[in-house]
């Protein structure tokens, strides 16, 4: 089947990626030399190509791996200190690698911004691509439309101005754009001169197609925006708030917090938050007993210094917007409630104390207690709550993670708790370098037991729980914009799947004398630059037989002649 190719000007083929070594210039000397400027177009070329934009794509894929898997120094920096713990030999390599803070990683940020550059690269030119085809014509009609992959023709008794003219009428209807011959257009570009060769129409359907490509690489494009005004604009803070607390939204009364390159703690909303209740419900029967079924907490919050007193619920992924920014409930957990007092007698500890559950389930806890005001030497303890507690095989553990049968396990100590001296200590670790332990074994108390200490040092009594919430206060500008661009991405996406580039073209030219016919040969052809579905078989013979029936309306004593398929 001979090839039947579209003038270099046609907009219809996108235009194909260069992959061939630089070539000389104009101004290169020597003719064959090249210089830098050639070998910048080349680099230019090169990453504007689509194949190495979904290389770079793909890269920062792979480069978010190790962010997902690693801990991270600017999300959990106790968990990169305990990874150093685990792995002194491995753990090294990795920092230098930048893989705990893999978002802040000169590799990464290089992989981004390639990916950014290749990406406008590759849309302005598009752009200025697409504007022109929506403004140019379709091509001329080819001079054998039998050698198109869809082809039809048939014989009307109509002259050939008129069979062009409904034709153009019909495919009109369709929504296709036309061209039609000028005067001359078509003998000076043929070669024809017989009477009748000027009459043709050509047409052309899907711009949409490119329009769909193109607005997904702006989407893509308007995604990578997005995730950088998350970085440069957001924060993210975390805080750990006990039942009754009251907290605002500072650095100061933040447990972490992590801004964005062009944020400072001015910029954080200014809101006060107060935790009234958290319920938590669990089931209790068959194979999923003890996994959680409902979170609720109940909050009060201000969105700014004297506002008005709003109340409000979090739960999973039900996150509560609050003078811009955003805090979800991330977790829980309980707070023993301890009274001290000391060697005098004196009530020198009375408060909620957050123990936080370790790897073993059903919410077993560890924490400490500090006493730094006790006298005559500071107290601490170190100890374990038990939300359910029952003895299996002579250990304390807990079997449900609902405090039914609450139980705390203390072992005391006294001396100097080295808060003064050294490096700022963890709310979770107690030092025991100056201290000496006062129990010779954990010692068990239920809700409302005290434990005396030996030598007269006080007093330790647990009068009960609360819970905690963890809570995470994130504020992301980009949010909004990427979930614009991804929806439009995915539009994009469907258009150019979806819709197809076809051309139908007719010409109509007088019989020639003697060849046993009167009236008007009118070819038809067809072509679509994608069908893998094959559906354009079946939209090409229906515009066929619709254009035979209209020509046949036209001219009602026109003989029933069916199109003739060729080009098979």
Avoid at 28 to 50: E, H, I, N, V, Y
Wanted: charged fraction near 15%.
């Amino acid at each position: 089947m001979t090839d039947v190719r579209a003038p270099e000007s046609d907009p219809f083929d996108p235009a194909a990626e260069r992959d061939d070594p630089p070539r000389p210039g104009p101004g290169s000397p020597g003719g064959g030399a090249f210089g830098l400027a050639d070998w910048l177009k080349w680099a230019w070329r090169q990453l504007t190509s689509m194949r190495i934009a979904l290389i770079l794509l793909f890269l920062l894929a792979v480069g978010t791996v190790p962010g997902s898997i690693l801990p991270q120094q600017g999300a959990d920096p106790a968990a990169v200190q305990q990874y150093y713990v685990s792995h002194p030999g491995l753990a090294p390599w990795l920092n230098r690698l930048g893989l705990f803070n893999v978002f802040a990683a000169p590799w990464f940020a290089a992989i981004y911004l390639l990916l950014f550059a290749s990406l406008i690269g590759c849309v302005v030119p598009r752009t200025f691509r697409l504007a022109g085809s929506t403004r140019s014509l379709p091509p001329r009609a080819p001079r054998n439309l039998s050698r198109l992959p869809r082809s039809a023709e048939y014989v009307t008794t109509l002259p050939p101005a008129a069979a062009a003219a409904v034709a153009a009428k019909v495919l009109s209807g369709h929504g296709f754009r036309l061209r039609r011959p000028a005067a001359g257009e078509d003998a000076g570009a043929t070669g024809e001169t017989g009477p009748g060769n000027g009459h043709w129409v050509s047409a052309e359907k899907g711009y949409l197609r490119e329009a769909g490509n193109l607005l997904f690489h702006l989407a893509l494009l308007g995604l990578l925006v997005s995730v950088a005004l998350g970085g440069l604009f957001g924060y993210k803070a975390d805080r750990l708030l006990v039942q009754g607390q009251t907290f605002a939204d500072t650095t100061s009364a933040l447990d972490e917090f992590h801004p964005g390159r062009f944020v400072t703690g001015a910029d954080l909303a200014r809101f006060t938050m107060t935790l009234n209740q958290f319920t938590a419900s669990y089931i209790s029967t068959g194979q999923q007993r003890g996994q959680p079924s409902a979170f609720d907490a109940r909050v009060t919050y201000t969105e700014q210094p004297g506002g008005p007193a709003r109340t409000g619920h979090l739960a999973v992924n039900r996150p509560l917007s609050v003078d811009g920014a955003k805090v979800y409930l991330i977790g829980h957990g309980y707070a023993p409630v301890f009274k001290v007092t000391d060697a005098r007698g004196q009530v020198v500890y009375d408060q909620a104390t957050p123990f936080v559950a370790g790897a073993t389930g059903n919410f077993l806890s560890e924490g400490v207690v500090k006493v730094p005001d006790a006298q005559p030497d500071q107290l601490g303890f170190t100890g374990v709550f038990v939300p359910t507690a029952a003895n299996v095989g002579g250990t304390l553990e807990s079997v449900f993670p609902a405090a039914d049968n609450p139980v705390v396990s203390l072992i005391g100590y006294a001396g100097n708790l080295g808060e003064n001296a050294g490096p700022a200590q963890s709310v979770y670790e107690l030092d025991t370098a100056g201290m000496k332990r006062l129990t010779a074994s954990p010692q068990a108390l239920a809700p409302g037991q005290s434990l005396k200490l030996p030598g007269d040092r006080g007093t330790i009594t647990f009068t009960g729980y609360v819970p905690w919430v963890s809570l995470a206060i994130t504020h992301d500008p980009g949010q909004l914009p990427a979930l614009i661009c991804g929806m439009a991405a995915l539009g994009g996406l469907l258009l150019s799947f979806m819709v197809r580039r076809r051309r139908v073209f007719v010409r109509a030219r007088a019989s020639q004398p003697g060849a046993g016919e009167n009236g008007t040969t009118v070819q038809v052809g067809g072509l679509a630059r994608t069908d893998a579905s094959g559906s354009f078989e079946a939209e090409f013979a229906a515009l066929a037989a619709e254009l035979k029936s209209a020509h046949e309306q036209a001219a009602p004593g026109e003989p029933a002649v069916s199109p003739q398929p060729e080009g098979e």
